[in-house]
């Protein structure tokens, strides 16, 4: 055979289900792999769990007491809706956790003036956070009847691979603010994380060959413990000593404050701030970001499906998934946290990083964020890792998530130029409007829709200042308007793949990985 037919193009074969990953849903490693790996689930999850709390808490009032209790509340209850949604929800290998889209809303809420009336800092930190608490739990009840009344399953249906698309490529691109402008808050041990993180997991596999792929699924583990040990010794040997503040808050392993702010045990408990507060501007700010995180969780829930070589969920999937988000974020209020719960992004990506998507490990960590909110200190600890090295895990754990969306692209015709105009168009606006919304406040200290109402002001902010939304309802509706009665349309967009997942009985390996257990399928059927 010539060398001109070896090379000869041949298309890459289109592919239902993800090749090449070790532990697929239903499939578990042996238990000590499943508990290291549950470990680490839980250690990625730990910087999102940290950095809304440091954001929203001293605007509230609170000092590092009440950041601890915040950030043990967050871990208990992600703990919670985790083991939830694992059980009863989409059932896929994801982690239910905090999302940064609620820090606009909490912030607002926060900065108010009525809250200027409380001289005692922590009684202005309980007001403003039960006025968060009756919020979330009012707004709550959006995504508990668009799921659980299937509204979420008709929206879905119409979903496409190529409005799919930019959904799940923004869903981690959008966070791109995380990624090295967190890790260059401190460079000096950021970057030896990005480059020992890749370096164990993507070349020494290749070089050096193991009986077992410690490098491929411990890579997060063993890069962290060198890289925080390394930023311990510069501490103790007095690096930082002559630095500007900022910089020894970034740096150090000794000052965010945690450890001496945690209690050694404590259980939190529903209504631990007292009775929620109840303020219809509040609740429709919430509302905006409650929308955003489910937007957002579906292309999260997308992305877990491939990454656990499952088949893509099924509209009625997905709307169950939407109504235990709704109930998740009525727990988020009813136990006192300032954020709703969304589908963990980095948690997606460490599932590709691995290729281990079992539901166990992700049940394993969920175990680990019960068990460490409630024994404070030990659990403090963990969390004063510099978040550089966070901002460093995100570089590659959110690109990981955004390689999903670019996946969905093998079922669409991208020698269309119909293809070509919404793929492009709705990922650059996904891209360039919420810059423009940010980059308004950065320079005017407003927003810049101004219509009066700072309720109005505050719910376009929230929702233009999504990536994922705004591609994703970009991409949805023009896929759903353009050129619809041309006869290559459907086949160009992938239409004809999805039909056989968008209805739960099409495909007989939808039982598989998202029937419901203990038999509950059949008293709450998918349709």
Not at 422 to 438: A, E, T
Request: charged share 15%; with cysteine; hydrophobic share 50%.
């Amino acid at each position: 055979m010539t060398v001109e037919a070896k090379d000869e193009l041949v298309p890459h074969p289109v592919k239902d289900q993800l090749p090449g990953v070790d532990y697929c849903i239903n499939s578990n490693p042996p238990w000590a792999e499943a508990v290291i790996l549950g470990f680490q689930h839980y250690l990625v999850m730990l910087g999102t769990s940290v950095i809304i709390p440091t954001i929203i808490v001293p605007q509230m009032g609170g000092g590092n007491v009440e950041k601890a209790q915040v950030i043990q509340t967050l871990l208990f209850v992600a703990g919670v809706n985790t083991l939830l949604h694992s059980w009863f929800g989409t059932r896929l290998p994801v982690v239910i956790g905090g999302s940064f889209r609620f820090i606009i809303p909490a912030v607002f809420i926060a900065l108010l003036n009525r809250y200027n009336a409380y001289l005692d800092p922590r009684e202005r930190f309980e007001q403003s956070m039960r006025s968060m608490q009756g919020a979330l739990m009012i707004a709550s009840v959006i995504p508990v009847l668009v799921g659980f009344l299937g509204v979420w399953r008709i929206v879905t249906r119409f979903l496409s691979p190529l409005s799919k698309a930019p959904l799940v490529l923004l869903v981690g691109i959008g966070l791109y603010e995380q990624g090295f402008p967190l890790l260059g808050e401190c460079v000096e041990i950021g970057l030896p994380e990005l480059v020992l993180l890749i370096l164990l997991s993507q070349f020494i596999p290749h070089v050096w060959k193991l009986k077992l792929p410690i490098f491929e699924r411990f890579a997060v583990l063993l890069s962290v413990g060198l890289v925080w040990a390394f930023a311990a010794f510069l501490t103790v040997a007095g690096a930082y000593k002559n630095r500007p503040l900022q910089t020894q808050f970034s740096c150090r392993v000794d000052r965010s404050g945690l450890v001496s702010g945690a209690s050694w045990i404590r259980f939190p408990y529903p209504l631990q701030w007292g009775i929620p507060n109840v303020d219809a501007g509040q609740v429709f700010v919430m509302m905006a970001a409650v929308f955003i995180s489910l937007v957002e969780s579906t292309g999260g829930f997308i992305a877990a499906a491939r990454y656990g070589s499952a088949t893509f969920c099924p509209a009625s999937v997905l709307s169950r998934g939407a109504g235990w988000l709704g109930l998740s974020t009525l727990i988020d209020g009813l136990w006192g946290t300032p954020s709703g719960s969304t589908v963990s992004v980095e948690n997606v990506g460490l599932l590709a990083l691995t290729r281990v998507g079992s539901r166990r490990v992700i049940q394993i960590s969920a175990v680990f964020m019960l068990v460490f909110s409630v024994l404070g200190k030990f659990g403090a600890i963990l969390a004063s890792i510099p978040l550089p090295i966070f901002g460093a895990l995100y570089c590659v754990l959110f690109a990981l998530m955004s390689a999903a969306g670019f996946d969905l692209l093998q079922f669409c015709n991208l020698n269309s130029y119909r293809t070509k105009f919404i793929l492009g168009f709705s990922i650059y606006m996904g891209l360039s409007v919420p810059q423009y919304f940010k980059g308004y406040v950065i320079t005017t200290g407003l927003g810049p829709v101004q219509s009066g109402s700072a309720t109005f002001d505050q719910i376009m902010q929230v929702i233009f200042t999504s990536p994922a939304t705004v591609a994703g309802v970009i991409a949805y509706f023009l896929d759903l308007t353009l050129a619809r009665r041309h006869p290559l349309t459907r086949k160009d967009s992938g239409r004809h793949w999805w039909a056989k997942f968008k209805d739960y009985g099409r495909d007989p390996r939808s039982e598989e990985f998202y029937s419901l257990p203990y038999g509950l399928s059949k008293y709450f059927p998918s349709v």
